[in-house]
C-alpha cells in the first residue's frame, strides 16, 4: 500500500477522547481504566486510530502558515471540492454550489431539518438498531421516536420491514423519517431498490426524509452507496441529505459538515433555521482540511482506507465465527463498527451483557456498550485501528473473555 495504515498512534494527551476519556464515568458507556498489565486498545467511540490522509495534513498546514485567521467566506475551491467529490465516489450529477449548506456537524444538521419539518412533539420514524445519537438529540428537543425494527434474512442481512414502517407512519400520523444511509450501527449498504421503495413509500405518506450519509465514503469493495436524493425527482425534493468528511477522514475535532438540499423551500427554510443561534458557521482550517480530504490523493488515500477496513472486518468476523460460540454478528457492507450480538453466549454462560462488557475492559478491550443503540444485549466495536491491534485484541478476548471461566 501507499498509505500506513499499519503504525501504531500513540495518542495519549493528545486531545483523543478515545484513549484519554476512559476510566470517566461522568457519562455512560465510557470505558474503565484496564487492570495492571494489560494496555488499552481503543475500540468504542466511533473514530479512527489511523493518521488521517497525508493531503488533509498538507491543506492545513499551507494554510496556517499564513498568519491571518480572519473573518473569510467559503471559497470556490471548498465547494468545487464537495461537487466533484459526489460526482467522482457517488455519480451525483447536477450537484450545484447552491444547493450545498454548512453544518458545524452531522447531528446538529438532523436537528435543524427535524425543526424545519416538525413540530414540538411530533413522531419521527427511524429503524432499529439506532444510532444513540439520534436518540439522545430527538429526546433532547421534544420529539417522539417510533423504531421500525430491522430484520436480519437468512442469511443475516439486515432488511427494511417495510409493512411494519407503513403501520407506524400511519398509525402515528409520520410525516418525518429519519434515515441512517449506510446504517449505523448495522453497517448495512443499502441497496437501489430498497432505497426505491423506501422513499416511495414515503412519497405515498408525503413523509419528509431527513439522510445521514456520513458513512458513505466507508464501503466494503463490492457494495456501493446510492444516495437518497439521486433515486428519483421525489426523492430528490423531499430530501435534506447530511454529509461530512469527518468520518472518513478522521476530522472529528475540527468541526465541519454540510447539507444538500435540492428542494429551494426546504433550503431557505434549513438555512433560517441553522442560522439562529449565530454558531453555526465554519472553521478556516476545517475548510483547508476537507478541500485537502476530497482531493484525487484522497480519493486514493480513501481506497487503500476502505480495503484496510474490509481486511479487518473479515478477520474480525471470521475470529468470532470460529473462536466465539455463542456470538453472532453479520458482516458489515460499510462503517468500520461491529454490531456484536451476545445473547446466547450471555444465556449460555449465566452472565449479563454488563458483565460481558466490563470483562473486556478489564483486559483493556475498550469495546463499547449496544444497549443504547436499542441492541438489547449487544456490544459495537470499533475496528479502524491496524490491523496487529484488532488480533491482540481478539486474542484477549478469546483467552481472558468469552473462552474463560470467571
Not at 439506532?130 to 436518540?135: D, E, N, P, S
Request: net charge neutral.
Amino acid at each position: 500500500m501507499k498509505y500506513d495504515f499499519t503504525t501504531i498512534m500513540d495518542r495519549r494527551g493528545r486531545d483523543a477522547l478515545a484513549v484519554d476519556g476512559i476510566g470517566d464515568n461522568a457519562e455512560n458507556g465510557r470505558p474503565e481504566t484496564p487492570k495492571d498489565g494489560f494496555d488499552f486498545i481503543p475500540m468504542w467511540i466511533a473514530d479512527m486510530n489511523f493518521a488521517t490522509a497525508p493531503s488533509v495534513t498538507q491543506a492545513i498546514i499551507q494554510r496556517a502558515r499564513h498568519p491571518a485567521y480572519g473573518y473569510f467566506q467559503p471559497s470556490d475551491a471548498y465547494f468545487n471540492a464537495i461537487i466533484r467529490w459526489h460526482e467522482k465516489r457517488n455519480g451525483v450529477i447536477g450537484l450545484t454550489r447552491g444547493c450545498i449548506g454548512y453544518e458545524n456537524g452531522v447531528l446538529g444538521g438532523v436537528v435543524s431539518a427535524v425543526n424545519v419539518l416538525c413540530s414540538k412533539g411530533d413522531s419521527i420514524l427511524l429503524h432499529s438498531p439506532t444510532y444513540v445519537g439520534f436518540t439522545g438529540s430527538l429526546e433532547n428537543n421534544g420529539y417522539h421516536m417510533v423504531l421500525s425494527p430491522l430484520k436480519q434474512d437468512g442469511e443475516g442481512t439486515w432488511r427494511m420491514d417495510f409493512a411494519d414502517m407503513e403501520q407506524k407512519i400511519t398509525a402515528h400520523r409520520i410525516h418525518t423519517a429519519i434515515f441512517c444511509s449506510p446504517h449505523n450501527p448495522t453497517g448495512r449498504t443499502w441497496e437501489r431498490g430498497e432505497v426505491e421503495q423506501f422513499m416511495e413509500l414515503c412519497r405515498k405518506h408525503d413523509v419528509f426524509v431527513v439522510s445521514d450519509e456520513i458513512w458513505s465514503d466507508i464501503i466494503r469493495p463490492g457494495f456501493r452507496h446510492i444516495p437518497v436524493q439521486s433515486v428519483s425527482q421525489d426523492a430528490r425534493d423531499r430530501t435534506i441529505a447530511l454529509y461530512a468528511p469527518s468520518k472518513t477522514f478522521n476530522l472529528g475535532g475540527l468541526i465541519g459538515a454540510y447539507h444538500i438540499i435540492y428542494n429551494r423551500y426546504l433550503r431557505e427554510r434549513m438555512r433560517k433555521e441553522s442560522s439562529l443561534s449565530h454558531y453555526n458557521s465554519m472553521n478556516v482550517l476545517s475548510m483547508h482540511a476537507l478541500i485537502g480530504a476530497y482531493s484525487q490523493e484522497g480519493e486514493e488515500w480513501t481506497d487503500e482506507l476502505c480495503q484496510t477496513i474490509a481486511e479487518n472486518v473479515d478477520f474480525a468476523c471470521d475470529y468470532i465465527q470460529r473462536h466465539f460460540q455463542g456470538v453472532g454478528v453479520s458482516k458489515p457492507q460499510s462503517t468500520y463498527m461491529l454490531f456484536l450480538d451476545c445473547a446466547q453466549w450471555c444465556q449460555k454462560h449465566g452472565k449479563t451483557i454488563g458483565e460481558l462488557q466490563k470483562a473486556g475492559w478489564n483486559v483493556g478491550v475498550g469495546w463499547q456498550d449496544g444497549r443504547p443503540f436499542h441492541g438489547p444485549c449487544h456490544i459495537r466495536m470499533n475496528l479502524a485501528l491496524p490491523l496487529s491491534r484488532v488480533q491482540e485484541a481478539f486474542a484477549r478476548l478469546d483467552q481472558y473473555v468469552f473462552n474463560a471461566r470467571w
